[in-house]
């Protein structure tokens, strides 16, 4: 049998996560191995492996995911100073989990372009 998903786990809440935010269509939690004093990743809750299986039917819910990570942005109190949101699409880009995840990372000055390091 197939590996779970990650992340389809932490949907379904069989794998624990600090969860922010979640509806029909979304989830969002703190990321575990957070890259700056506020990152969370938004999700959809439905099974996507990387933004290259999007489909044209898909729009409305990437728009979804970016204006929750707007609201979250406020509520976490990253809006005002500014927030990075980045979705990674595969292995050189750095993806790792293979479900689709915005991140959402704010609370620290990043550098532009993000090479070398981070
Ligand atoms: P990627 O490298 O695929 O763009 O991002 C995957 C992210 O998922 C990483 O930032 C990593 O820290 C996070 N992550 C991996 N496993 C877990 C987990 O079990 N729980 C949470 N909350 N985040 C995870
Ligand atoms: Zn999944």
């Known amino acids: 049998m197939n590996k779970p998903?990650?992340?389809?786990?932490?949907?379904?809440?069989?794998i624990d996560a600090d969860i922010v935010y979640q509806d029909d269509q979304v989830t969002a939690f703190h990321d575990i191995h957070p890259q700056a004093p506020v990152h969370v990743l938004v999700i959809p809750n439905r099974h996507i492996p990387?933004?290259?299986?999007?489909?044209?039917?898909?729009?409305?819910?990437?728009?979804?995911?970016?204006?929750?990570?707007?609201?979250?942005?406020?509520?976490?109190?990253?809006?005002?100073?500014?927030?990075?949101?980045?979705?990674?699409?595969?292995?050189?880009?750095?993806?790792?989990v293979w479900h689709i995840h915005l991140h959402i990372m704010g609370g620290r000055s990043m550098g532009w372009p993000p090479w070398p390091g981070n």
């Open 50 to 96: 990387t933004m290259l299986d999007l489909e044209p039917e898909d729009a409305p819910l990437i728009g979804h995911m970016h204006v929750t990570a707007k609201h979250l942005a406020h509520e976490l109190g990253i809006a005002d100073n500014g927030y990075r949101s980045i979705f990674n699409c595969g292995t050189a880009a750095g993806q790792t």
């Open 5 to 14: 998903c990650l992340f389809c786990e932490i949907v379904a809440g069989r």
